[in-house]
């Protein structure tokens, strides 16, 4: 992936423990015109079968860039990632991983010819992590595209070619051999470590392992044999790199292609392999079953010793080879009758069980901003792991620090069962959205209401104020006289410097344009060091409101008496004290919920501090959330927005009344036109209005 992979590789949804040294599967070449590093040695034969391997795959790679979404601190954070797919079809269809593109918000493809296109996703497969795109096809247009070949002919030492986009860079090549055609990474209990999803990756997977150089960015790209076949999707690298077989990858994508989803059938069975300590040499160990599954209603026991099934002998001695018999199992048609034969007490069995299908492990994650949290519906592996009696609830994933949620006492959070609001029974998110309507609608701050939730066996009742507070505009403060313009304290080191040891005061910065100190000639460098002849007390740093103090005593209109230092004169000087300008902090705000960011009025100081002219017009990004839509269309703070929409913003009034009529819009793109210090800039904003409307924002 690219400079956003270390964001993703954190992301909840991926088991870190080992992915951040997992999910790098890119390739990244040094070559010459070949594409293949010139201090290799090759026989004139190997590397003319080089060239034509990559002349028949390169022109069908792609450079894909995604907006991903990631769960943290129950917020749903966007960020910016890439990686690689290989077009499989002349129609179109792009192959590549889940982890790439299969939850992303936005895709764009870049082809071999360097042409940028939007890619629609068909189908995603988190099991074996692989996702299918489908480029635009109009006018009947044709791709190139690469082709299948046979994982399963594929040898140890065979040489093979890792392609793609390493890094977000152009496309590249690197040269290396088969070392391993059943990769497996399994921890003590047998079960694959790569978690994506909730899905459990090398439980179905045996990654063909080698040694081409790949580095963050070819994650789906292709591994490629000197025929120029597609052997291989790059997934994986732990100091090999690891590609998902080609005959995994193109049964996923055409069931994908076919249907937009692959169907298993789960049985519930839980296998591994034959103890060491066992008599037995041939079958494979049943550590349990799943409550209600498939295998608990056979009466498959712990203990028993699988021999056969489904009308296949089972031999399931090494870890190597539990991968097939999960797909031997999962590839059964959903609703049939298999037939199992097992050893128990030294005695066969015959069994009989019905498959289902398999459901995924993990619902959709929503972000829920009234409540401060991310949730998802329970799915029936939740129910199992949380020892649920059904599916009724909304499981939260995350909360917000500082959230409604969070601030609620019991606090709400992670793992926690939402079970009842008001009194009302929620069953998934999308009951709690509807409630959450219901008792925010109409209301301007947020509402206390009694929730019950469970936290492993135990209910608990908290109150949660469910809304997304106003926000607190500062309190204007009472203007008073003052004198425009910026100083800092005449130090006693800095008078004895100057000669004028026994003179206090302060020495001016600034003087602000198109004031009344401007009109009479105050200047850069002046010390005044009296205020209608009263010395003023100032000689140390911590002593610089000393001055501004003696000024506010004043009625506003009032003419006071200067005494000004200028180099060796002292004279001087009547001013009628104006009344002073608003702060910064006393600006009003307008804050967008949906994109994230804040703005502020523009007050006088901000003018001249960046020189901008006194008709200047526009609003100051004042805060920018990050993960939000605002900043990853690259909103800044400090940013001057000039116009939204292609409207002029005059104040942060006008800016709420056009965010509101493009909410009504929904357009694809909202263009803010800024000034970021002495440059002109566009910004275009990309939303997923329908994440938003699911998310109850």
């Known amino acids: 992936m690219s400079r956003a992979f270390s964001s993703l590789v954190r992301g909840p949804a991926l088991s870190f423990a080992v992915v951040a040294a997992l999910l790098m599967t890119s390739s990244c070449a040094m070559w010459d015109r070949t594409g293949i590093g010139s201090d290799l040695k090759l026989t004139p034969e190997i590397r003319e079968a080089i060239e034509t391997a990559i002349s028949a795959v390169k022109p069908a790679l792609v450079r894909i860039h995604v907006v991903q979404v990631q769960y943290s601190r129950g917020r749903a954070v966007k960020y910016e990632a890439s990686g690689s797919g290989?077009?499989?079809?002349?129609?179109?269809?792009?192959?590549?991983?889940?982890?790439?593109?299969?939850?992303?918000?936005?895709?764009?493809?870049?082809?071999?010819?360097?042409?940028?296109?939007?890619?629609?996703?068909?189908?995603?497969?988190?099991?074996?992590?692989?996702?299918?795109?489908?480029?635009?096809?109009?006018?009947?247009?044709?791709?190139?595209?690469?082709?299948?070949?046979?994982?399963?002919?594929?040898?140890?030492?065979?040489?093979?070619?890792?392609?793609?986009?390493?890094?977000?860079?152009?496309?590249?090549?690197?040269?290396?051999?088969?070392?391993?055609?059943?990769?497996?990474?399994?921890?003590?209990?047998?079960?694959?470590?790569?978690?994506?999803?909730?899905?459990?990756?090398?439980?179905?997977?045996?990654?063909?392992?080698?040694?081409?150089?790949i580095y963050p960015g070819n994650s789906g790209g292709p591994l490629v044999n000197l025929a120029g076949k597609i052997i291989g999707i790059n997934e994986i690298r732990m100091g090999l790199g690891g590609a998902i077989p080609s005959n995994i990858a193109r049964n996923v994508s055409e069931e994908l292609i076919e249907n937009g989803k692959v169907t298993r059938s789960s049985t519930g069975l839980e296998i591994q392999p034959i103890l060491k300590s066992s008599e037995d040499k041939k079958g494979a160990l049943v550590a349990g079953t799943s409550e209600d599954s498939p295998a608990d209603k056979a009466g498959f026991e712990p203990g028993d010793i699988l021999l056969r099934f489904a009308g296949q002998d089972i031999n399931v001695r090494y870890p190597?080879?539990?991968?097939?018999?999960?797909?031997?199992a999962s590839a059964i048609p959903v609703g049939s009758e298999v037939e199992a034969i097992v050893r128990r007490d030294g005695e066969k069995k015959r069994l009989r069980l019905v498959t289902e299908e398999r459901q995924r492990a993990r619902e959709d994650t929503h972000e829920l901003k009234r409540w401060g949290i991310t949730a998802r519906d329970i799915s029936l592996l939740d129910s199992k792991e949380l020892q649920r009696e059904d599916r009724n609830g909304v499981i939260v994933y995350n909360a917000r620090p500082g959230g409604p949620c969070n601030e609620a006492k019991p606090a709400i959070r992670s793992r926690d069962v939402i079970t009842e609001v008001k009194g009302e029974p929620v069953n998934n998110v999308a009951d709690l959205l509807k409630i959450t309507d219901e008792i925010t609608e109409g209301q301007d701050e947020p509402v206390p209401v009694n929730v019950s939730f469970e936290r492993k066996t135990e209910k608990y009742m908290t109150v949660v104020k469910v809304g997304i507070k106003e926000l607190q505009q500062s309190a204007l403060e009472v203007r008073k006289a003052w004198l425009p313009v910026a100083t800092q304290v005449l130090t006693r080191d800095m008078a004895e410097a100057l000669g004028i040891e026994d003179r206090t005061g302060v020495r001016v910065t600034q003087v602000y344009p198109g004031t009344e100190a401007e009109e009479i000639g105050l200047q850069v460098g002046d010390l005044i060091v009296e205020l209608d002849g009263e010395a003023i007390p100032a000689s140390y740093q911590e002593d610089y409101e000393v001055f501004p103090t003696m000024v506010r005593q004043y009625k506003v209109g009032s003419e006071v008496e200067l005494t000004v230092l200028r180099g060796d004169e002292e004279s001087k000087i009547k001013v009628e004290l104006p009344v002073s300008q608003r702060l910064e902090r006393e600006m009003k705000k307008y804050r967008n919920d949906r994109f994230e960011f804040t703005v502020r009025n523009v007050a006088f100081l901000d003018k001249v501090r960046a020189k901008w002219e006194p008709?200047?017009?526009?609003?100051?990004?004042?805060?920018?959330?990050?993960?939000?839509?605002?900043?990853?269309?690259?909103?800044?703070?400090?940013?001057?927005?000039?116009?939204?929409?292609?409207?002029?913003?005059?104040?942060?009034?006008?800016?709420?009344?056009?965010?509101?009529?493009?909410a009504e819009r929904e357009p694809e793109h909202v263009l803010f036109h800024v000034l970021r210090g002495i440059h002109n800039m566009f910004i275009e904003l990309e939303p997923d209005w329908e994440s938003e409307v699911q998310s109850g924002s």
């Open 86 to 213: 290989v077009i499989i079809s002349e129609d179109g269809y792009v192959i590549t991983n889940h982890h790439v593109a299969g939850k992303a918000t936005e895709i764009v493809c870049t082809l071999s010819n360097k042409e940028e296109v939007e890619a629609e996703r068909v189908g995603t497969d988190p099991l074996t992590d692989i996702t299918v795109l489908k480029l635009p096809s109009d006018d009947n247009k044709r791709y190139p595209f690469a082709r299948f070949g046979d994982s399963s002919k594929l040898k140890v030492g065979d040489r093979v070619l890792a392609m793609g986009s390493p890094l977000n860079l152009s496309q590249s090549v690197t040269l290396g051999i088969a070392s391993n055609t059943e990769l497996v990474m399994l921890d003590s209990s047998y079960r694959s470590q790569l978690t994506v999803e909730g899905e459990r990756v090398g439980s179905i997977v045996l990654w063909i392992g080698h040694d081409a150089q």
């Open 615 to 662: 008709d200047v017009q526009g609003v100051l990004a004042h805060e920018v959330v990050k993960g939000g839509w605002a900043a990853l269309g690259n909103l800044a703070v400090g940013d001057l927005v000039k116009e939204v929409d292609g409207q002029p913003v005059t104040d942060v009034d006008s800016v709420e009344e056009i965010m509101e009529k493009i």
């Open 320 to 328: 190597e080879q539990l991968p097939r018999f999960i797909q031997l």
